[in-house]
């Protein structure tokens, strides 16, 4: 048998065993994830060795701790966008079944589901109630890019460039980055500049991909950022500012504008987050889901026009 008729003998079960196996570190942590017997696994990565022709995990002694190999961690790289392909035809097919009603599956990050998502809801769901939105929350927007991309999600709001993968965005909203400080804080008043942050502690996110740019950004600027506290909740983060741990930034839809402890100030030359939403540009998508697309615009547009007319 050819190389090529030989790979073309590769299942979707091996490909499964292969991932159980890298996620669980063991056949039989792996056949216990998967409801299999530990022989099963083994003859399916077997096969898979066969098919692929080389070996893809280094099996140790006495049935402990197995590894993959060069060639396994390859194989399952292409394995991982195989099998989220596989969810997402999944959800596709149960999107077309459902047609106008069923679930819609909307990935948000704290901000969004406190200034966007309700004014969405009170636009989407009066003209299509047979829709039962279903948010799901992440810290930071990477873990809403996988979701899109396994099918867990029909969409997603997350912030812009979009890491490599199957993703088609829509833009929303430009969404800049202020500084949170106390009110009776030196800082609250008179003119402000970058440098003015030298030497200030700061209250941050653990993990933001828009913040690590302003963090990299100040550093460019010859500000070291220096955290006293980091949290991903943030509400917890312009807590600790009025009660005068630190200085924040935060992009302006994170700030709870009638915090009466703290207020913010203009981050000058630092540009702003660019919110998106994202789905997975070879998955169907249903009539639902394009008027929800229609209507973040709408409101997004809304808020954007709001934000012009305070400043003017």
């Known amino acids: ?105 909307v990935g948000i990050t704290q901000s969004v589901g406190v200034r966007i998502l309700p004014s969405l809801m009170r636009r989407f769901t009066p003209a299509w109630p047979d829709v039962r939105l279903r948010p799901t929350e992440a810290s930071a927007d990477l873990a809403l890019y996988e979701g899109v991309e396994r099918g867990d999600l029909d969409v997603a709001f997350v912030e812009l460039p979009t890491p490599a993968g199957p993703f088609e965005a829509v833009e929303l909203l430009s969404d800049p980055f202020v500084v949170v400080v106390r009110r009776d804080s030196p800082l609250a008043r008179g003119p402000f500049a970058v440098a003015d942050l030298a030497n200030v502690p700061l209250v941050g996110h653990t993990d933001c991909r828009g913040l690590a740019r302003v963090e990299a950004q100040l550093r460019a600027r010859g500000v070291e950022p220096e955290f006293a506290f980091r949290s991903d909740v943030n509400a917890t983060i312009q807590a600790l500012v009025g009660a005068g741990v630190g200085a924040a930034i935060l992009p302006v839809l994170a700030v709870d504008a009638a915090d009466p402890l703290t207020t913010t100030r203009e981050l000058p030359g630092i540009p702003p987050r660019v919110l998106a939403l994202v789905r997975h540009r070879d998955r169907y998508h249903s009539p639902a889901a394009q008027a929800f697309v229609e209507a973040a615009q709408a409101v997004c547009a809304e808020l954007a026009s709001v934000r012009r007319l305070a400043v003017v």
């Open 1 to 105: 048998m050819s190389e090529n008729h030989q790979w073309l003998g590769i299942e979707l079960r091996h490909l499964a065993a292969l991932e159980a196996v890298a996620r669980e570190g063991s056949f039989r942590r792996a056949a216990a994830s998967l409801g299999y017997v530990q022989s099963a696994i083994s003859q399916q990565i077997a096969a898979l060795e066969r098919a692929v022709g080389q070996r893809l995990v280094e099996r140790s002694r006495g049935g402990g701790t197995v590894e993959l190999t060069e060639a396994g961690e390859l194989v399952l790289q292409h394995a991982d966008a195989i099998l989220a392909r596989l969810q997402a035809a999944q959800a596709d097919v149960a999107a077309l079944a459902t047609g106008a009603a069923g679930v819609l599956r």
